[in-house]
């Protein structure tokens, strides 16, 4: 597609259960990122592939959170045994590195928002 | 540590007045990106800006110019005759170009209302 597309677009479940969220990105987009964005808050960083680097996972808040990609396509952020506490908008961006070492620019999703109640 | 500061929360303005949102930014890197987005009430983040560290001369785009300081570490953006459209949230981030993880540290935001 054009652009990044992230599913569903809104999900409501019930604490303590598994949630999936899925990142199609910009074809041809080396790198992705999956950032949290609590209600009226920032932007929270919480991992990045690159290519076939090792993803920085710096931002995962607790081990309950997982996200993996296959090769430079999709990507699956999993959360599991959800509390109140994920609530948020989770985004998706994507971008193309032309050169090694150049920060390209973000292409956002328009994110899922997760409700757990 | 990488960390940017947006110490407006939100901004309130009357349609063309000029507005001038702050970013201040800490970083050991010597080459770094900064960045500016904005999200408006639909949601999506969308791209303004990308500088490069050694770059400083500042940019005019149409009613939006940048004022890059590395002297005060300091990014600021100018909406110049703004518009009930630029209502929106802006945040300002900054990335490291070195080598490893690229990520865009962000600001938590400053949300401007433009009244008609």
């Known amino acids: 597609g054009a652009g990044v597309s992230q599913s569903p677009s809104n999900k409501v479940t019930e604490k303590g259960k598994d949630v999936e969220l899925r990142c199609d990105p910009i074809?041809?987009?080396?790198?992705l990122y999956w950032y949290r964005q609590r209600l009226g808050q920032g932007l929270e960083f919480l991992i990045y592939?690159?290519?076939?680097?090792?993803?920085?996972k710096s931002g995962l808040p607790s081990d309950r959170f997982s996200a993996e990609r296959t090769g430079e396509s999709v990507s699956t952020l999993t959360i599991q045994r959800t509390q109140q506490e994920d609530s948020a908008v989770y985004l998706c961006?994507?971008?193309?590195?032309?050169?090694?070492?150049?920060?390209?620019?973000?292409?956002f999703g328009e994110g899922s928002r997760l409700t757990v109640l | 540590a990488q960390k940017v500061t947006q110490a407006q929360t939100e901004i309130s303005v009357v349609e063309k007045e000029d507005v001038t949102l702050d970013c201040v930014y800490e970083?050991?890197?010597?080459?770094?990106?900064l960045f500016w987005y904005k999200q408006p009430p639909s949601g999506e983040l969308v791209f303004l800006i990308r500088?490069?560290?050694?770059?400083?001369q500042n940019e005019i785009s149409g009613r939006y110019s940048w004022n890059f300081q590395k002297s005060t570490s300091s990014f600021n953006f100018t909406i110049t005759a703004s518009q009930v459209v630029d209502s929106a949230v802006y945040f300002c981030?900054?990335?490291?170009?070195?080598?490893?993880?690229?990520?865009?540290?962000f600001g938590k935001g400053t949300k401007l209302t433009v009244n008609p």
């Open positions: 961006a994507s971008s193309s590195r032309a050169v090694a070492g150049v920060s390209g620019e973000l292409f």
């Open positions: 074809s041809g987009h080396t790198a």
């Open positions: 592939f690159q290519g076939n680097s090792a993803p920085d």
């Open positions: 970083t050991r890197d010597t080459t770094y990106y």
């Open positions: 500088r490069n560290s050694f770059d400083e």
């Open positions: 981030a900054l990335s490291r170009t070195q080598g490893g993880s690229e990520k865009l540290v």
